[in-house]
């Protein structure tokens, strides 16, 4: 019997803590079988934020470094130059990428570091709570501002895709979802296409995946999903925002 359906050897044995519904679950897997397919995964160094994905490292099956909060770009940076023949990517949540990472992010972008991150925003701190984050909605509710996020008090939430390819060092940025199966398929597509710029030697790519957070958004799983496509897409339209690397990559 042939086989059609098999465990990635990117990711671990070991059970994830994520909450029931979130998607992170389906990130992971993205980015682990993008690396398997491509042949990277022997090559690989993942950097761990601080997030709901700190223990990041218990997952991916392949080298690690666990970075201070906001720190992962920087990290990355310096792994890249000590061992550039290595596929370095980060994996960062909004708060951790858009709130006190977001020098290291801007910085290590207009440089063009031939790094890859992988940018999960779900519009809300997950970990501690459910506080509102750099990306939350205009008008969404978090711990912090139950009555919704006014944008005369906050401001605007950051599209950090727009603001990235504004840079020239940025060689390939793009936002995509996880919300439905067509919209997965895109996202993995998006994921290697970022790990063949870094393999090409093109520079920096991003990319950014539209996530839920039941738990902190007080949906249900299947809720969440919906409230995703019919919330977030509207104001972080999804598609490709750079793409200078010249060919198909």
């Known amino acids: 019997m ?29 980015v682990a079988e993008s690396l398997e397919e491509l042949g990277m995964l022997g090559d690989a160094v993942g950097v761990a934020p601080v997030g709901c994905a700190v223990m990041a490292y218990d997952y ?13 770009p920087a990290v990355a940076t310096g792994i890249k130059r000590v061992h550039p023949g290595c596929i370095v990517f980060t994996y960062q949540g909004d ?26 925003n779900n519009a809300i701190y997950g970990m501690t709570g459910g506080q509102m984050a750099p990306t939350t909605l205009p008008g969404q509710v978090t711990q912090t501002t139950p009555f919704g996020r006014d944008t005369a008090a906050a401001g605007f939430p950051i599209r950090v895709c727009e603001m990235l390819s504004t840079l020239d060092g940025v060689a390939f940025a793009e936002r995509v979802a996880v919300h439905d199966v067509p919209h997965i398929k895109k996202a993995k597509s998006a994921i290697k296409k970022a790990f063949e ?16 957070c039941p738990t ?20 972080y339209p999804l598609g ?10």
């Not at 059609?4 to 897997?29: D, M, N, Q």
């Not at 991916?60 to 720190?71: L, S, Y």
């Not at 710029?197 to 995946?209: A, D």
């Not at 902190?216 to 509207?234: F, H, Q, R």
Request: glycine fraction near 8%.
């Open 2 to 30: 042939s086989v059609v359906f098999e465990k990635t050897k990117g990711l671990t044995e070991k059970a994830t803590h994520y909450c029931p519904g979130c998607t992170h679950g389906i990130i992971h897997r993205l």
């Open 60 to 72: 991916f099956n392949c080298d690690m470094v666990e970075a201070p909060h906001g720190r992962a």
């Open 95 to 120: 708060g951790d990428l858009a709130a006190i990472g977001t020098a290291e992010t801007v910085h290590a972008a207009t440089r063009g570091e031939n790094i890859t991150i992988i940018f999960v």
């Open 197 to 212: 710029v870094q393999n090409k030697r093109k520079g920096f790519s991003i990319v950014e995946v539209l996530s839920t």
């Open 216 to 235: 902190n958004w007080g949906l249900t799983p299947v809720e969440a999903l919906s409230w995703l496509k019919d919330n977030m897409i509207p104001y």
């Open 240 to 249: 490709n925002f750079a793409d200078r690397t010249g060919e198909d990559a």
